[in-house]
């Protein structure tokens, strides 16, 4: 990574107590007239952000190991988007694509049927968030094949609209108290290794048998031609970053192929370098029908997209899918600009040597401590499960005090994961070799210590 150009020091500086004077009166004035259901990770305020650091209004520089959820891959101020956003509002910032159409939004489709995977003729819908394009995905699906089951999975996390939340499988807190929910969703079982020992060895199952696990459920639950979609993260986020054994996602492709089923791979999370690949699809050799993007694609301005099968996108009538802002101008000139970064950058060889240096680290740790459970991940889409000493029980306590020690001393990690005991590594894609070795050392350490609490 030598081409990019830092703007801000790549440093961690800690200059306050948490938080600081600032970020306390921001606090203060935010418990007022913010709404209590959006609850914030640090408790910190923003002032700068750039390549690996966020700097608070109180001068402290963190280490973002978080990218705001695996959407700054290209830093949160990269200046050729910086550039690109400022030369598209300066000529204009709307005009509704459904009223006057413009070139960027073309451009955008043209870059992702270029990128996703699959040769065949393809089409791309654009919308603002994830959400709205894995509802928008079910919309085409049904239309197309004129069915209405959906299958979902165990751990599966995609948006929280009322139709995602039926989709999405943890209640707390993306569901609770917020029923009822859309009808005709199914949740099959889900290829999830280090918690699956059902040969009788003890080891884990298969990935062809955890997809035939996961076909006779939807066989004998809801009958192969009521199925409109099977819809699957490639590796689940919020869930746990659960990587599927080898051979699950090829198995259900095929198993959708055959039956006339539309094969939906939610890459909301694991598109645009994040995994080392353009999409986590790619590891495993699949060609989804239909693909959602949003995150990463845009350098943090809102973007969505729905891409695949010309056939299926087109079978909608004219006026059928759409909305006032999707493929806003400002937003498709971020995203070309951020994945023109991705292409010069070679973020994809820059994800998998993060791999590498993380995963050498942390499974050396894991040899030293005995509450890590697994270290899995692909690319810059990383994490470490945490479990009760020695055995396989999860372990949240444990992952929370990983999480705010290692804040306190100036780097930011998320966790996640059906039971909460999941490390997440997802840095900005930007940060330099220095920076992501002093964050792992301050993460070993905050291991290490909870460890000797543990
Ligand atoms: C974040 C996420 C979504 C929802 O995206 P929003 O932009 O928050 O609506 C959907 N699917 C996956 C896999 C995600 O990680």
């Known amino acids: 990574m030598t081409e990019y150009e830092y703007r801000l020091p790549q440093e961690r500086r800690i200059a306050t107590e948490f938080p600081g004077p600032k970020s306390a009166a921001l606090a203060q004035r935010r418990a007022k007239v913010v709404g209590a259901g959006v609850a914030s990770t640090l408790p910190l305020y923003v002032a700068d952000a750039d390549g690996g650091v966020i700097v608070d209004v ?36 709307h005009t509704c694509f ?34 709205e394009a894995v509802e928008n995905a079910v919309k085409i699906a049904r239309h197309a094949t004129g069915r209405d089951a959906v299958i979902v999975f165990d751990h599966a996390y995609h948006g929280r609209t009322n139709l995602t939340m039926a989709l999405t499988a943890k209640s707390m807190p993306y569901k609770h108290g917020f029923g009822p929910f859309a009808p005709e969703v199914y949740r099959a079982p889900m290829s999830y290794p280090f918690r699956e020992g059902l040969n009788a060895d003890g080891s884990a199952i298969t990935g062809a ?54 094969f939906i791979a939610d890459e909301v999370q694991s598109g645009f370098t994040r995994t080392g690949a353009w999409f986590a699809s790619e590891h495993d050799g699949i060609v989804p029908d239909l693909v959602t993007t949003a995150k990463g694609i845009a350098g ?32 498709c000139a971020a995203a070309l600009a951020s994945i023109e970064q991705m292409e010069t950058l070679d973020l994809n060889s820059r994800a998998r040597r993060i791999e590498e240096t993380v995963t050498a680290r942390l499974t050396a740790l894991s040899k030293e401590v005995d509450i890590i459970g697994e270290v899995r991940g692909r690319g810059a889409m990383l994490a470490v499960e945490l479990v009760v000493s020695g055995g396989r029980e999860p372990n949240p306590d444990a992952t929370k005090a990983i999480a705010a020690r290692a804040l306190k001393d100036g780097v930011v990690v998320l966790t996640c994961g059906t039971y909460g005991n999941v490390i997440r590594l997802l840095p ?27």
């Open 58 to 93: 109180d001068g402290n520089s963190l280490i973002d190991l978080g990218a705001g959820i695996a959407v700054t891959t290209v830093g949160a101020s990269n200046p050729a988007v910086v550039s690109a956003v400022q030369n598209q509002v300066a000529h204009f910032t």
């Open 98 to 131: 459904m009223i006057a159409p413009y070139e960027g939004y073309i451009e955008v489709a043209e870059k992702l049927a270029e990128l996703t995977p699959g040769e065949h003729e393809k089409r791309s819908v654009l919308f603002n968030s994830g959400a």
């Open 209 to 262: 048998q955890a997809a035939a696990r996961a076909i006779s459920v939807i066989e004998k639950q809801v009958g192969a031609d009521s199925v409109a979609a099977v819809l699957i993260e490639p590796i689940q986020g919020e869930g746990g970053f659960i990587v599927p054994a080898e051979g699950f996602l090829p198995a259900l492709a095929e198993w959708a192929k055959s039956n006339g089923v539309v």
């Open 300 to 331: 943090g301005m809102p973007l969505a997209a729905v891409t695949g099968r010309a056939d299926l996108i087109d079978a909608v009538h004219p006026g059928g899918l759409g909305g006032t802002y999707g493929g806003n101008p400002v937003s």
């Open 428 to 454: 900005p894609l930007v940060i330099s070799d220095a920076l992501l070795d002093e964050a792992l050392t301050v993460l070993e350490d905050s291991i290490r210590t909870v460890a000797q609490e543990n």
